[in-house]
């Protein structure tokens, strides 16, 4: 659907990344910290069966035209259910159904399956951002209202974005995740002497179980990643959803072969392999990406348990070669427990709702303050219980 707002812009739903130009999308897209809004992402979500109206992630992606040209874009998807969000909004859905409302569909922004922060509207360089995210969010409003949609959510947005989606009237909920940051470290041994002794002694023996266990780290990167390796990603992110995770098995064997070779640049895998078995198989690897400075973790499996190549895999030697590379900003993933004692501090993060019933609105509005305020409070207490020889260290 094509709808003129005025006589030098058009907007377009567009319910396939496919039926957008690559290179327009990554000319917005590209410049951005995050990578998980860049086309080939998206696009293998879409191809690979991930995200699609049938996994209940139906791709309605908004767009901004003038003369042609891709000049504002916004990954956009009608949820069914809430799951692969990571942001846990069930709370408001039982509020929809007590007020005999229907919570779902919903509209929500995000990049699926991607608890991490940098989601925002693509907008061109030298365009007025307030005004283009204004005509957006009206185009937004009056599709959700069409479609009888009970909100639109953006999950994970960029801090910078925010303020620009406040004067929209949007309303922040404050969450938290685990971020490690560089603060110029040489090496490895300097990162160490941010914690106490104790936890200091106990990284060390964890890293020495897996050198005992016969056990050698490798990382690969980029083009240097051998092909037969994509396949194997799938099996170890599905053992350990199915061991760990239950329904929580996302994407498809297909999205991970996929990435080679048209999204390979990005990937980086940390890969542990045994003295005692086959030299090209590796027992255990985590699957990152890496844009610039910034790092991600987001998928990790081993075939047999060893101890303490979780920690290795997934922390330790990640965060050994962000410090020989240089990176400022190390995003493990989802979850936290095992996080909190390996230098990852609680760091708060947003997402941004609208509600289009009244009385949905006027509770979010009434509470949400509370409700950060508690989030904060969590977040404070966590980062004064860390390990560390300081507890005013900011990362």
Not at 85 to 97: K, P, R, S
Not at 176 to 198: A, M, P, R, T, V
Not at 279 to 302: A, D, H, I
Request: glycine share 8%; charged share 20%; hydrophobic share 35%.
């Amino acid at each position: 659907m094509v709808q003129q707002v005025a006589p030098q812009y058009s907007l377009a739903w567009l319910h396939k990344m496919a039926e957008i130009p690559q290179t327009e999308w990554d000319a917005l897209a590209q410049p951005l910290a995050t990578p998980f809004l860049e086309w080939e992402w998206l696009n293998n979500l879409e191809t690979s069966g991930s995200a699609t109206a049938r996994t209940g992630w139906q791709p309605c992606h908004l767009t901004v035209w003038r003369d042609r040209q891709l000049i504002a874009a916004a990954p956009l998807y009608i949820k069914g259910h809430s799951y692969g969000e990571f942001v846990f909004d069930h709370q408001w859905a039982d509020l929809a159904y007590r007020l005999g409302l229907e919570y779902y569909p919903k509209l929500l922004g995000m990049t699926p399956f991607t608890p991490a922060v940098g989601y925002r509207f693509l907008i061109a360089p030298g365009e007025d951002e307030d005004f283009i995210t204004g005509m957006m969010v009206a185009e937004i409003d009056h599709f959700c209202s069409r479609n009888r949609l009970s909100g639109c959510n953006f999950l994970f947005v960029d801090p910078q974005w925010k303020p620009v989606l406040e004067r929209q009237g949007f309303q922040g909920w404050l969450h938290h995740s685990y971020i490690w940051g560089n603060q110029n470290f040489k090496g490895f041994e300097d990162y160490l002497k941010i914690f106490n002794s104790n936890q200091r002694k106990n990284i060390k023996r964890e890293r020495k179980s897996v050198v005992q266990a016969n056990l050698q780290m490798v990382v690969h990167e980029g083009s240097e990643i051998p092909h037969h390796l994509y396949p194997l990603i799938y099996r170890f992110y599905s053992s350990t959803c199915d061991k760990f995770y239950w329904g929580s098995k996302y994407l498809t064997r297909q999205f991970f072969e996929q990435l080679y070779p048209n999204y390979q640049g990005r990937v980086v895998l940390f890969a542990a392999y045994s003295g005692d078995r086959n030299p090209e198989k590796p027992v255990g690897l985590s699957f990152c990406l890496r844009k610039g400075n910034n790092l991600y973790g987001r998928y990790w499996g081993c075939l047999e348990e060893f101890d303490c190549l979780h920690f290795e895999a997934c922390y330790y030697r990640p965060v050994q070669w962000a410090i020989e590379q240089g990176i400022q900003m190390f995003d493990p993933g989802a979850g936290g427990r095992h996080k909190r004692r390996r230098g990852f501090p609680a760091t708060p993060n947003y997402s941004m709702h609208r509600f289009y019933d009244d009385r949905m609105t006027k509770i979010l509005n009434a509470y949400i303050g509370e409700i950060n305020d508690m989030e904060q409070q969590e977040i404070d207490a966590i980062n004064q219980d860390l390990p560390f020889t300081k507890k005013e260290i900011v990362f």
